[in-house]
């Protein structure tokens, strides 16, 4: 991948002309009922109702591309299947924060209300994505992994539709300036495909587990996979996980040139309160210093400057002292290889245990199970130093 390709202005007026077309056709044809219903269609319990119109051509068109190195990917779902729990806290505390880096994507997600009146939806179904894609097997035909990305990318299109043209039958009006190029545009989804790639491998790294070489470029081979189905243009794929970092760092350099705005930080905000909500009332005074715990590790302090993010007030304390010990109830966690992991593994536990169990209440042959994540993370720890990239 030459990074340069990154810099042409193209990509931020270029979108994604199947997603763009099945989307134009179902909403002219059916109006918003029409465009819910397919992606409810898309989902893992599809209702038994009639397809509208254009949702068969498009997923006839979007499919699993020729060629796939399989070994690599299930390589890839093997691992996840190990650290999991960390690619968990990294969505949340991560990756979804960095996407709000972005001006335009931080303003697309407010007006869409996709994180602000629609906070947990959105988080639950970014999270679930998360998993049909690493769960293995599940690039089959038909797959969870493939229906996922398709509901996703057909979602992108109809929210591109409606802000770009102004489609009569939105229940909401949105306005979109073209400040920010085009709504979820080729670089934004690139980039967005990397905080699930890159970020959580970054992530992972700094809590203290250090993947090989050839397991990153694999995870992030996965990833490139994932977005092709999600309409990612190829030559806008990093080739390793050294590339993705590289790409990452140049996109997210160059689009916060453009300026910060109001909903960067008012997306944090919404994040804290969907936070807050999933603790009981006795524990939510501890809840915060969860959060900015996790955001003080995974973030950087410029990061979290644009973000609005600030430390509280005697966070250690509160872990040391009062915090721990609730979490550890909370999750169920009681052997001595947990109890002897540094605090960002318990809250990483936690996290693991609200959003992948909690919320989207699935199980999948151990794939969130935190005890046996946390029993090898602590192996992962004890052979290889934290270290902070």
């Not at 990756?95 to 602000?116: D, F, K, N, R």
């Not at 489609?167 to 979820?184: A, E, F, R």
């Not at 992972?204 to 090989?212: K, N, T, W």
């Not at 302090?301 to 644009?306: H, M, P, Q, Y």
Request: glycine letters at 6%; charged letters at 20%; proline letters at 6%.
């Amino acid at each position: 991948m030459n990074l340069s390709t990154l810099d042409d202005p193209r990509w931020q007026t270029e979108l994604d002309l199947l997603a763009d077309t099945a989307a134009a056709m179902i909403i002219s044809r059916g109006g918003v009922p029409a465009m819910s219903l397919a992606l409810e269609l898309l989902s893992a319990v599809p209702p038994d109702k009639p397809w509208p119109d254009g949702l068969k051509e498009y997923i006839e068109q979007t499919t699993v591309p020729t060629g796939v190195d399989w070994t690599r990917v299930r390589a890839a779902q093997d691992w996840f299947n190990s650290w999991g729990v960390l690619a968990t806290a990294s969505l949340f505390c991560a990756s979804l924060p960095e996407t709000y880096v972005i001006p335009g994507m931080a303003a697309l997600l407010a007006l869409s209300h996709q994180l602000t009146d629609h906070v947990t939806r959105r988080i639950v179904m970014t999270g679930q994505m998360l998993f049909d894609v690493m769960t293995p097997g599940a690039f089959a035909l038909d797959g969870r992994a493939v229906q996922s990305l398709r509901r996703t990318r057909l979602m992108h299109g109809a929210i591109r539709v409606m802000l770009v043209n102004d489609t009569k039958n939105s229940k909401t009006p949105l306005v979109w300036t073209d400040k920010y190029g085009l709504p979820i545009n080729q670089l934004e989804l690139v980039y967005t495909l990397l905080t699930f790639s890159h970020v959580v491998l970054r992530s992972v790294r700094i809590l203290g587990v250090v993947p090989e070489a050839e397991m990153e470029d694999a995870y992030n081979y996965a990833w490139n996979v994932a977005g092709q189905i999600l309409g990612v243009q190829p030559e806008l794929l990093p080739a390793n996980a050294a590339e993705a970092e590289a790409a990452f760092e140049r996109i997210k350099a160059a689009r916060k040139r453009v300026g910060a705005n109001d909903y960067q930080r008012a997306l944090m905000q919404a994040l804290e309160v969907c936070w807050k909500g999933q603790f009981a009332p006795l524990h939510v005074p501890f809840s915060v210093p969860t959060l900015h715990f996790l955001f003080e590790t995974l973030l950087s302090d410029e990061t979290r400057a644009i973000l609005g993010v600030a430390r509280p007030p005697a966070l250690q304390t509160a872990l040391s002292t009062a915090l721990l010990p609730i979490l550890e109830g909370t999750v169920h966690v009681v052997d001595a290889t947990y109890r002897h992991l540094p605090p960002a593994a318990h809250i990483a536990a936690a996290v693991n245990h609200f959003f992948a169990v909690h919320i989207t209440e699935v199980r999948d042959g151990g794939l969130y199970d935190t005890q046996r994540h946390m029993r090898a993370w602590a192996e992962q720890v004890s052979a290889a130093p934290s270290t902070r990239t």
